[in-house]
């Protein structure tokens, strides 16, 4: 493939992961809160990765962290963001099916290494199988608890707060990851 396409196909597989600029955060939108994309998210998610990998005493691979938190959501771009209650009624099996779908879909339109890149790193993400999947899962929930307290301090309700915090209670980590969540939780259950 040469430049000039490899060029066409980033920028189509750009404009489409673009799209997360307008999806909005269901769990948000069904509580009548303000509007936060999946976009603003997947930031976040990111920059809170970056900062765990670099808090725990163990040794990660700190761009694949980065690069997994940036794609975690992106077939999101064209099925939306589920929240906890549609993804009870139609399965969690069957959400990360068409995910996965959507994401070989979207990859095809990167040059072979890249999409074979980025392919692996969202299998690894769904799988939560390495302690790289871990720091992003752990991003990613704890983003979204960050993002309830900014809302509870506008004056949402403290209950649909605790409900995010809880969800960082339950994530199945790994001993290395333990200390920097207690740490976190201590710190948001203080709010």
């Known amino acids: 493939m040469n430049r000039k396409t490899q060029c066409e196909r980033v920028l ?17 939108a069904v509580r009548a809160l303000p509007n936060e994309s999946v976009a603003d998210h ?11 990998s670099r808090m725990v005493d163990a040794e990660v691979d700190y761009s694949k962290i980065v690069e997994m938190a940036l794609i975690h959501d992106l ?27 959507v994401i070989r879909r979207l990859l095809l339109e990167l040059p072979k290494d890249v999409s074979e890149r980025f392919s692996q790193l969202w299998e690894e993400y769904a799988s939560e199988r ?10 990613d929930k704890l983003e979204a608890a960050i993002q309830a307290l900014e809302y509870r ?21 790994p001993k290395e990851l333990e200390a920097v969540t207690k740490s976190f939780l201590e710190v948001l259950r203080h709010e």
């Open 12 to 28: 189509a597989f750009t404009i489409a992961a673009g799209r997360l600029k307008r999806v909005t955060r269901t769990g948000w």
């Open 75 to 101: 077939a999101e771009a064209y099925i939306g963001d589920w929240d906890h209650e549609t993804t009870g009624l139609v399965g969690r099996k069957t959400k990360s099916e068409l995910e996965g779908t």
């Open 153 to 173: 301090r506008s004056g949402m309700d403290r209950q649909i707060y605790e409900g995010f915090v809880k969800n960082l209670e339950e994530l199945n980590l």
């Open 42 to 52: 997947s930031y976040r998610t990111a920059l809170l990765a970056a900062t765990i």
């Open 130 to 139: 390495t302690f790289e999947s871990k720091i992003v899962h752990l991003a």
